[in-house]
Structure formats: C-alpha cells, structure tokens
C-alpha cells in the first residue's frame, strides 16, 4: 500500500524487523554491524523530501484501507515516511520529531509491518497524534539499523499556510480548495467534471463544486482577473451567483451553468428549482413550508432553504415567474429577495 509519509516528533520506539541490505552488484553487504550507515549508500527516501515546503499540516485520515487511527483521533498531523529502496527492511530504535523554532516535541505513532499489515517490511511511517502548525519547520529524525547496519537519517520540512485560495486553487497536488462551513480548506479532490451529479463538494475537480445537484465551475468576478481563463466573462454564459457562506466583496462566483427561474422543466423529475444564491436544479426534498432545513434537498418544491431573523427553514416562494401571486400564498407578509425577478419569500 502507498500510504503518505509521516511527520515525527517526539520518542517512539519499535521492535526489531528481520531483513537483508544487498549490494548494487547484489553481493551481500560487508559493511560491521554497527558502523553508521551512510543514507545516500542505502538509498532512503523520505517524504516529505528534506527542505520540503508548503506540506499539509493535517490529515483526515481517509484512505483505503484506513490505518488505525492516533489515540486523539483524525485529523491527526501529515503522513511521513521512511523508505529503504534497496531490498532492505527497516528496523526503527528511535524517532523523533520537534519544531525547529518553538522545540516543541511532538507525540507520534509509528507504523511498520509489524502493526500495519498494509505496509512492507522496507517502509514506516510516522503520523503526529495531532494537526501540525501552519507555516512551520520540523525536523524529523529516525535511528535503526538496515541489514543489521545502522543509520540515523535527519531531515526537514515546512507546512504550508492556513487556509487556500478558492481562484488560485494553491493546494497540493491532488487537492482542491473548497468552502465549507469550516471555512476554506485543502481536500482530496475528486473527479466530477462540469455538470456531473454530486452530493458533496469533494466529488468535484479542483476549481469547482458541488451547487445543487451538479459539479459548478468557480470563476474570477475581478475587473482584472490573475488569470484571464477563469474571468467569470470567459468562462459562465449563464450568469454567476455568490459562493455560498463567502463574504459579498469575495471575487470568487460560481457560474451558473442553466438557471431554472425562467423555466422549471430544464430540472429532472425527481429535481426542484431552488434559490442557491441563484436559481438552480437540485434534487427535492419533502419539507414543507416552516419546516427546518439545512440545504436545498430538505425542502419540497415550491420552497428553498432560506434564512429569517436567524432561523433556516423551507419557505414557500411566490411572485416570480410560474409562482403563485404573493397575496395568496403569504398574506401581507411577503419579503422580496430577488429584485431582478421579483421573487419573495413568505417568512
């Protein structure tokens, strides 16, 4: 299994592993038991690589299969991991992981196929018990014996800042810079194009997410975008609409990739036109008016999910097109939030 590398620091030790360092000519090595091995000789890979930066600080722990998981639980600091690539097993006697700054020791796990059935005998792996400081230095250091030979193998690494750029999408490879309730934060990205189903952000590319009930591109508002292909001019025909939960001045937009407002029949059957910052397909849900929400699916169609002196609920729509006349379905009560369609809201 190709798991991530492990940050160390702190003490851990680990029981003895068997194994056989061979030469490059495949002869066996002659080297004393003992004498400090040179790592370049052995040939150990680490990651992250010495001098590294902008690494993950945290780590959600979801891969397949899940390793146990720290005794505080995930997210737990990044993955770090020693490799010996030459045929030879590693066995660990001390790791060791501190911030260069502060000095702080740090509390670790350390896997080896002893404990991890996943991992193979010339691989451990290191996982801080918790989250790492952003923009941070630390240094890891690893002490054993390969082939019966010993080693002490020292490196450093940075974390990178907290926080990413939803435009700029700054994230390590692999990763995407979603918005959530949380804030802003760096996942493994997925694979859903522009238009696909989804149900969750991270089923998305990089660069886009998940509004309503399809993949969204998000695109630059800014009269001089950094990058002319994600201007929201270039790049939505349809029109674009704030990013929900970013502040009004954010110049990050999602485009809109078909408004239902005009027409509710470009939905699906099982799907409703709901208000999301503008008005999209997503799948309906069953609520009625004045029943608690928290996304567009809760609600039955006819309704949204819309906030009221600080209560979310379903609230019947009325007085755009195809609505009912607000005097019917509110009263006297109607508040107006779509001036551009004179859509309102019965509170």
């Known amino acids: 299994m190709n798991r991530p590398t492990m940050v160390v620091l702190g003490l851990a030790t680990l029981g003895a592993v068997g194994f056989l360092v061979m030469r490059s000519d495949g ?18 890979w680490t990651y ?25 639980g995930y997210p737990s600091g990044p993955v770090i991991t020693l490799q010996a690539t030459q045929g030879g097993a590693l066995v660990v006697s001390k790791v060791g992981m501190h911030a260069v700054e502060q000095g702080d020791e740090i509390e670790v796990t350390v896997l080896a196929s002893e404990n991890d059935a996943y991992l193979n005998a010339e691989t451990i792996a290191v996982i801080p018990h918790r989250p790492l400081e952003p923009v941070t230095t630390y240094m890891v250091e690893i002490m054993g014996e390969v082939a019966g ?17 939803l435009l700029a999408q700054d994230c390590n490879p692999g990763r995407g810079c979603f918005l959530l309730s949380t804030g802003r ?10 238009g696909q189903a989804c149900q969750y952000p991270t089923e998305c590319m990089a660069g886009l997410t998940c509004m309503g009930s399809s993949c969204v591109p998000l695109c630059d508002s800014s009269e001089t975008p950094n990058d002319e292909t994600i201007a929201c001019s270039n790049r939505c025909s349809g029109g674009t609409f704030l990013v929900p939960g970013a502040e009004a001045e954010e110049p990050a937009r999602l485009c809109v990739l078909e408004s239902c ?87």
Not at 48 to 72: C, H, I, L, Y
Not at 149 to 155: A, R, V, Y
Not at 185 to 192: F, I, M, S, T, V
Request: glycine residues 14%; aromatic residues 8%.
């Open 27 to 44: 002869g066996p090595s002659g080297r004393a038991t003992g004498d400090a091995l040179d790592p370049a000789e052995a040939q150990m």
């Open 48 to 72: 992250p690589a010495d001098g590294a930066t902008n690494v993950e600080f945290s780590w959600d722990g979801k891969d397949a299969p899940q390793p146990a998981a720290p005794p505080q």
């Open 149 to 165: 030979e010993s080693f002490h193998k020292e490196w450093s690494f940075t974390t990178r800042r907290e926080g990413c750029d």
């Open 185 to 194: 934060q760096c996942l493994w990205a997925g694979q859903g194009y522009v």
């Open 261 to 347: 407002i005009e027409d509710p029949s470009v939905c699906e059957d099982s799907e409703g036109c709901f208000w999301l910052g503008g008005f999209v397909c997503a799948e309906a849900g069953t609520g009625a008016h004045g029943s608690e929400c928290a996304q567009a699916s809760d609600c039955e169609r006819g309704t949204s999910c819309l906030g009221h002196e600080g209560q979310f609920s379903c609230r019947t729509l009325c007085g755009g097109p195809g609505m009912p006349a607000c005097s019917d379905a509110c009263g006297d009560e109607a508040l107006l939030f779509d001036a551009e369609h004179q859509v309102s809201f019965c509170p």
